[in-house]
Nanobody, 125 residues
Framework: QVQLVESGGGVVQPGGSLRLSCIAS????????MGWFRQAPGKGRELVAA????????YYADSVKGRFTISRVNAENALYLEMNSLKPEDTAVYFC??????????????????WGQGAQVTVSS
């Protein structure tokens, strides 16, 4: 069993930055791909960024490419999402997740096994 806890969400003005953290406990997550998803009111959960278990390959949704950076520190059982140049359309609840075993880079919600409780990010002037 893996427990994931996100932190770092909040309210920021357009153009601002936030850094989300996700700390895992229960067992090491170094053998799993991980990802960040988001869900805006009335919309489905969408993948924002994903990373392989050793961090050598990343994937970004087109809407965040060049603005967001996903990273991980396996020694700390931690996953991060650096978000810059934030836009109002980035407003959502952000979730971190660990993939099910066997995925090198997971891109669909069904490929993820454990989820955090979510962190609210609001971009508004």
């Amino acid at each position: 069993q893996v427990q994931l806890v996100e932190s770092g969400g909040g309210v920021v003005q357009p153009g601002g930055s936030l850094r989300l953290s996700c700390i895992a406990s229960g067992r090491t997550v170094r053998t799993y791909a991980m990802g960040w998803f988001r869900q805006a009111p009335g919309k489905g959960r969408e993948l924002v960024a994903a990373i392989t278990r050793n961090g050598d390959t990343t994937y970004y949704a087109d809407s965040v490419k060049g603005r967001f950076t996903i990273s991980r520190v396996n020694a700390e059982n931690a996953l991060y999402l650096e978000m810059n140049s934030l836009k109002p359309e980035d407003t959502a609840v952000y979730f971190c997740a660990t993939s099910a075993p066997g995925h090198v880079l997971a891109r669909r919600p069904g490929e993820y096994e454990y989820w955090g409780q979510g962190a609210q990010v609001t971009v508004s002037s």
